[in-house]
């Protein structure tokens, strides 16, 4: 209360109150705002590694794919020979693993993401030494190799952030041999297993949800011949296996 132009001490308590309220407030949008900054970049961290947030998640992403990506690899035909590429190869692993494979063979790998190719040269830095593995930063849109020269292309929880699957995959065939294949691997589709889970944060990362039907129709109106697809229904997994047609 004013008495003659003088603030009362009620009138004090109230303001110091109201003062109080509104630097919460204010605290509270802050720590809002930060949160949101930081997930926003982790998820951005997720998608296209750069930096080393990025990094740590590629880490983690060697260990947690590697049954995934064993299991994919047993549904294709490895010979010790074979030219193969792997793209979007992100910490590296499937390359060492390819490189194990194709035992006579040479394994090249490209990922979009400055940070990818970094931790997958040093995780495969003895393979780069002796001349069997390469590793470049690029775009599936637009591959840095001729036409007709890969046995095998790979591609292991990569294909739902290719920005326009059809032309992406038909970049991936223009490289592939002449009865070569491309096999794309992902630990969730549509009917998945743990796709519920799963679809909220695909959501936030901005991924494709395709079904085992999209999948086999996109390999098919890419140009791509003896098509299978191939479901582990108890974890929810899917590979899809297609070859340039002779
Ligand atoms: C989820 S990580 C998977 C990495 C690895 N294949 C694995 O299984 O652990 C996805 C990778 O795909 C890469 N990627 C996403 N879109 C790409 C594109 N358009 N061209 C090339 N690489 C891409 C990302 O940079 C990231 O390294």
Redesign the pocket.
């Known amino acids: 209360m004013i008495v003659s132009g003088r603030i009362v001490h009620e009138d004090w308590e109230a303001l110091g109150y109201v003062a109080m309220q509104t630097v919460k407030a204010l605290e509270l949008l802050i720590f809002c705002a930060l949160f949101s900054l930081a997930a926003l970049y982790t998820l951005n961290q997720v998608r296209?590694?750069t930096k080393w947030v990025g990094r740590f998640f590629?880490g983690i992403?060697?260990a947690s794919?590697s049954n995934l990506?064993d299991w994919g690899l047993q549904h294709v035909r490895i010979e010790k020979g074979f030219a193969i590429l792997d793209?979007?190869?992100?910490?590296g692993?499937?390359i060492q693993k390819l490189a194990g494979l194709a035992t006579e063979g040479m394994i090249w790998g490209?990922?979009?993401?400055q940070g990818?190719v970094t931790a997958s040269r040093r995780k495969n830095a003895q393979l780069i030494r002796t001349g069997r593995v390469e590793i470049k930063q690029a775009?599936?849109?637009q591959l840095p190799f001729p036409e007709n020269n890969f046995d095998l292309v790979t591609a292991?929880?990569?294909q739902y952030?290719?920005?326009n699957l059809v032309k992406d995959m038909q970049e991936v065939l223009r490289v592939l041999k002449p009865g070569g294949t491309l096999i794309v691997i992902a630990e969730n589709h549509e009917k998945g297993k743990h796709n519920k889970l799963q679809r909220p944060v695909m959501g936030l990362l901005r991924t494709m949800n395709l079904g085992v039907d999209d999948q086999q129709e996109l390999f098919s109106t890419a140009g791509y011949t003896n098509i299978q697809m191939f479901v582990k229904e108890a974890k929810g997994w899917i590979c899809g296996i297609g070859e340039k047609p002779l």
């Open positions: 296209k590694p590629l992403m060697n794919h990506t793209v979007g190869c992100g910490g692993r499937t490209v990922d979009y993401a990818s775009s599936v849109s292991v929880e990569t952030y290719w920005p």
